[in-house]
């Protein structure tokens, strides 16, 4: 059974960090890429950010996290993580994991982070 189980999120205020994981299990972890995506109340999904599969080469992010949020990932452990730091309020938003490759695609539960003073 496919399974990605994101965790980490929580309530922050403005300027700190968090760092969220996303466990995965029932499929070949390292020949997918991961990416890390965010849903905000009232918004459409958006791409945050994205590593390849085996992790070298260049991450992607989206213009609003650059610098701010780091994507990476363990594959003898079969997880991926986002550090964001510096959080902001607009950051506010359930974050989902996605698994890719080619056609196939998996996704996470999502965790909420709030970032609130």
């Known amino acids: 059974q496919v399974q990605l189980v994101e965790s980490g999120g929580g309530l922050a205020q403005p300027g700190e960090a968090l760092t969220l994981s996303c466990a995965a299990s029932g499929f070949t972890f390292n020949t997918y890429a991961i990416q890390w995506h965010r849903q905000a109340p009232g918004k459409e999904r958006e791409l945050v950010a994205g590593?390849?599969?085996?992790?070298?080469?260049?991450?992607l992010y989206a213009d609003s996290v650059k610098g701010r949020f780091t994507i990476s990932r363990d594959n003898s452990k079969n997880t991926a993580f986002l550090q964001m730091t510096t959080l902001k309020p607009e950051d506010t938003a359930v974050y989902y994991c996605?698994?890719?490759?080619?056609?196939?695609?998996?996704w996470g539960q999502g965790t909420q982070v709030t970032v609130s003073a």
């Open positions: 996605k698994a890719i490759m080619g056609r196939s695609a998996y």
């Open positions: 590593i390849s599969s085996n992790g070298n080469g260049n991450n």
